[in-house]
């Protein structure tokens, strides 16, 4: 099993340009995540899906859309990149209120 | 509504020596909690999780932790710190009633000395 992988690891963009990560998950977890990682704040949520076609706003939903059209990908994308868009990005699957596994990190930089 | 507060962003520790890391968290609900380990460039991976079972928990790595609702708390220790276990660590409170979600504390980032 290769668990949760991100697509891809590093990018670098300009402001206003748009991109698309991928997350894709191999344990039929039906609970989705994308969280962004920045220094002294922890993770925040920004968004997550229950299931497949679902998708619900976290803590920081500003600025990103996302999309569940197939139970194991997870779509997190930028429409128009901000420098404060600039962080770590995690995707993470698991069961409700239970486990979260995440995957290895998109390092993200707009300029 | 939940929230978790992880009390000291840095702690060093000589090798040998007890690691404690605090964990303090706020619920309405009964709490899952669990705590999660970073190391450089790298995801989360669980260490472990209290999910209403038994209040001391052990977990990988020579880690446990001890949920103590009274003081709302659930610290990570380990009696003797090893170089590999340099790292973040994260404190995450879960299981409000219609959510799925978890909050993260802002993490503690251990350095081990020599």
């Known amino acids: 099993n290769a668990g949760v992988t991100q697509t891809p690891k590093f990018r670098v963009l300009k402001t206003g340009q748009s991109m698309t990560l991928l997350c894709a998950q191999d344990m039929n977890h039906e609970y989705m995540y994308w969280y962004r990682q920045d220094p002294g704040m922890g993770l925040r949520l920004i968004h997550y899906s229950v299931g497949e076609g679902t998708t619900a706003k976290g803590e920081v939903p500003d600025g990103y859309n996302v999309s569940r059209l197939k139970k194991q990908n997870f779509l997190l994308g930028l429409e128009s990149a901000a420098p404060s868009q600039t962080s770590v990005y995690f995707c993470?699957?698991?069961?409700?209120?239970?486990?979260?596994?995440f995957g290895p990190g998109t390092r993200l930089t707009v300029l | 509504a939940q929230s978790v507060t992880q009390l000291g962003s840095h702690v060093s520790v000589s090798e040998g020596a007890l690691v404690l890391l605090r964990c303090n968290y706020s619920s309405s609900v009964p709490p899952y909690l669990f705590w999660y380990v970073q190391y450089p460039n790298q995801g989360l991976q669980l260490l472990l999780k209290y999910t209403s079972a038994a209040t001391l928990v052990k977990g990988i790595n020579g880690f446990e932790a001890e949920f103590k609702k009274s003081e709302t708390s659930f610290h990570l220790t380990k009696p003797s710190a090893h170089m590999s276990d340099a790292a973040e660590y994260f404190c995450a409170v879960s299981g409000d009633s219609g959510t799925y979600k978890y909050i993260f504390g802002t993490g503690t980032r251990l350095k081990v000395l020599a």
């Open positions: 993470a699957s698991g069961v409700a209120t239970d486990t979260q596994y």
